[in-house]
């Protein structure tokens, strides 16, 4: 039977994060972070399928899912970013952990390890999103990229509910209509103050996880951290030049090709869990 989840407040100077957690005291402590435009809930098949062999908390970042939403984009810097994560594994008791980062998160998470190397039991980085800085060219694109990515279009504003679930129906992460997909929209979803429904990513998240994107390089100088790198068969990461920093910088590094899309833990959690306690466990 899985273990059940705990939904969780964690404060970080002043501010709320929200969790789940798949309490398992002594256990190896894991931390699940998601990509830009979703939740926490995401990683809820990996979650029920990892409690009680591991400590598991999967966080909604700030500016997204119940988490607090500050109008600052400069919040949304990585430096501010990993000082609230740097408090959250605090207030866990954590003195060492398994750090699993999808899309954006893959990229933070190295340059978190960087700093605290010592924390890290091992990095897992899914399928991460421009491991490099981005181009400066590529900030012109924006307005474009806000409208077409598959994990912003649920901004919306859709009229109702119903409108939100059809176009997320339409989108890669959904497109299996599972239980686990559903339940993973559904605490995404919220409706607006003006009526109106949309995803709980904040507009100012979306701008400020963006800039710092196209600023910062996820991978500058060599860890020794041991390191997955899981590859979606159809994920964003399939060329020798996307892949070349973490083969270059990642010294201790595996690699993994896992059934799925960009998002492989809500196409086939079973694979992608077995996956990482292959990597963990051996």
Not at 21 to 37: C, D, E, I, N, T
Not at 259 to 269: A, K, Q
Request: proline fraction near 7%.
């Amino acid at each position: 039977m899985a273990l059940t989840p705990e939904r969780r407040i964690l404060t970080v100077d002043g501010l709320a994060l929200a969790a789940w957690h798949w309490r398992s005291p002594g256990k190896p402590a894991v931390l699940l972070l998601h990509g830009l435009g979703d939740c926490g809930a995401t990683w809820r098949g990996v979650g029920d399928r990892l409690g009680g062999r591991y400590d598991v908390v999967a966080l909604d970042l700030l500016g997204h899912g119940d988490s607090d939403k500050p109008t600052d984009p400069a919040a949304y810097g990585f430096e501010a970013v990993i000082g609230w994560l740097e408090g959250a594994i605090a207030q866990l008791g954590w003195s060492q952990f398994h750090g699993v980062g999808h899309s954006l998160s893959g990229k933070i998470l190295p340059v978190w390890a960087r700093s605290r190397p010592e924390a890290f039991l091992s990095l897992t980085l899914v399928d991460p999103f421009f491991i490099n800085a981005m181009p400066s060219w590529l900030g012109l694109t924006f307005p474009l990229l806000y409208r077409t990515l598959p994990f912003l279009k649920l901004l919306g504003p859709f009229p109702s509910r119903e409108a939100a679930e059809a176009c997320a129906r339409s989108l890669r992460q959904y497109a299996d209509w599972t239980p686990l997909q559903r339940q993973a929209l559904a605490d995404n979803l919220e409706q607006k103050p003006d009526g109106t429904w949309g995803s709980k990513l904040a507009i100012a998240a979306r701008n400020g996880f963006f800039r710092e994107s196209m600023r910062v390089a996820g991978l500058t100088d060599a860890i020794a951290i041991p390191s997955l790198l899981v590859l979606p068969e159809q994920g964003l990461n399939r060329s020798d030049f996307q892949l070349a920093p973490c083969r270059q910088y990642l010294t201790n590094l595996t690699e993994v090709r896992v059934p799925g899309n960009h998002w492989p833990f809500l196409m086939d959690p079973d694979a992608f869990t077995n996956a990482l306690i292959h990597f963990w466990e051996g």
